[in-house]
């Protein structure tokens, strides 16, 4: 049985904050729709800041639509529950800002036949692909393009420094 996307959002959020707190990782979920943060972790530090998590789940081929990593201080996690039955754990792809930025550059040179921009946020930006009037904003991530990345928590621990 598939999902309703908003709740695999949810699950995925969920998954994320509890695979750190299996780390001794202090996560603090966010609520709302209107956010560009999932989850604050924070350090062991007092004087630390927090490191924003963005989850975005999946439970088909590709996580869709995805904005990307904005500053340094936040952390992108896909969540994988495809082909996962209930009582399963997902597969976890962590990137950091620059991850994201080779990842989405990479794809910017294979489709040369294409207008794609960064923005101030380093979401693709499509101006070729006009949807309604207005260019298409994120980008589509397969496993395949992030593989390398699966299971990586220590780069969340190294964000503290």
């Known amino acids: 049985m598939k999902t309703d996307a908003e709740m695999v959002s949810v699950a995925a959020e969920f998954a994320v ?15 709302g729709h209107l956010k560009r943060t999932d989850l604050l972790v924070f350090g062991k530090k007092k004087d630390t800041r927090p490191i924003r998590i963005e989850a975005k789940g999946k439970q088909s081929k590709q996580w869709p639509n995805c904005k990307g990593i904005a500053d340094r201080n936040s952390i992108l996690v896909l969540v994988d529950f495809e082909g996962k039955a209930d009582t399963d754990r997902p597969d976890f792809y962590i990137l950091t800002a620059d991850d994201w930025l080779e990842f989405v550059k990479a794809e910017i040179r294979k489709r040369p036949d294409k207008k794609i921009q960064l923005d101030s946020d380093n979401c693709p930006i499509w101006t070729t692909q006009v949807k309604g009037g207005k260019p298409y904003r994120g980008i589509g991530v397969e496993v395949k393009d992030v593989v390398q990345h699966k299971e990586a928590w220590p780069k969340i621990t190294q964000a503290f420094g």
């Not at 904050?17 to 609520?31: H, K, M, V």
Request: glycine share 6%; hydrophobic share 35%; net charge positive.
């Open 17 to 31: 904050a509890s695979e750190l707190g299996r780390r001794n990782i202090y996560a603090q979920p966010t609520f």
